[in-house]
T-cell receptor, first 114, second 111 residues
Framework: DTGVSQDPRHKITKRGQNVTFRCDPI?????LYWYRQTLGQGPEFLTY????????KSRLLSDRFSAERPKGSFSTLEIQRTEQGDSAMYLC????????????FGEGSRLTVL | EDKVVQSPLSLVVHEGDTVTLNCSYE??????LLWYKQEKKAPTFLFML????IEKKSGRLSSILDKKELSSILNITATQTGDSAIYLC???????????FGQGTRLTINP
């Protein structure tokens, strides 16, 4: 499978714990995006990388959230001191820099904070 | 603030009916409008529209963009139960290809 892969697919944690999600984009794509989707809503943009550089962060990304893409390949999204409001589906997407505008999405990592 | 609004939010029809889903947008640096279908997990790409008035078609699905009205419609004819899904409209802006999504339309097709 050469699509976008995310891990873990589902994470249940207690409030106050830290969680980390990993995204492996399509190998030739140098742009990588993180989105958050809550029930009944469309995906909300969190952050975007071009290669290893984080070029844009949404104001939704509080200081408890950090994302990295150290070698311009896979990316991690860490949430520290989780809160119940962090419960959501975290979607990763990738695209080539000279693409048509289409983003290719992974199947998401669902976070449940108890 | 950039905004994408979809209507209706929910729609229930019978198999064989034709449906029209609406999307309107307000973005500062419009590049393109995209439609995605989301069944259970990952959104899957349907169409990308950049030019006004040119219809894109794929089987029973078609879509058109009206840049003057800042809107788009997605039509599905002869609906099937497999068309049941959330349909997402998104607008691409600026050079980052960042997508701003609407809330989605939940379409349910009853047999």
């Amino acid at each position: 499978d050469t699509g976008v892969s995310q891990d873990p697919r589902h994470k249940i944690t207690k409030r106050g714990q830290n969680v980390t999600f990993r995204c492996d984009p399509i190998s030739e794509h140098n742009r990588l995006y993180w989105y958050r989707q809550t029930l009944g809503q469309g995906p909300e943009f969190l952050t975007y990388f071009q290669n290893e550089a984080q070029l844009e962060k949404s104001r939704l990304l509080s200081d408890r959230f950090s994302a990295e893409r150290p070698k311009g390949s896979f990316s991690t999204l860490e949430i520290q001191r989780t809160e119940q409001g962090d419960s959501a589906m975290y979607l990763c997407a990738s695209s080539p820099s000279l693409g048509t505008g289409e983003l290719f999405f992974g199947e998401g990592s669902r976070l449940t904070v108890l | 603030e950039d905004k994408v609004v979809q209507s209706p939010l929910s729609l229930v029809v019978h198999e064989g009916d034709t449906v029209t889903l609406n999307c309107s947008y307000e973005v500062t640096n419009f590049r393109s409008l995209l439609w995605y279908k989301q069944e259970k997990k990952a959104p899957t790409f349907l169409f990308m529209l950049t030019s006004s008035g040119i219809e894109k078609k794929s089987g029973r699905l078609s879509s058109i963009l009206d840049k003057k009205e800042l809107s788009s419609i997605l039509n599905i004819t002869a609906t099937q139960t497999g068309d049941s899904a959330i349909y997402l409209c998104a607008v691409s802006e600026g050079g980052a290809q960042k997508l701003v999504f609407g809330q989605g339309t939940r379409l349910t097709i009853n047999p």
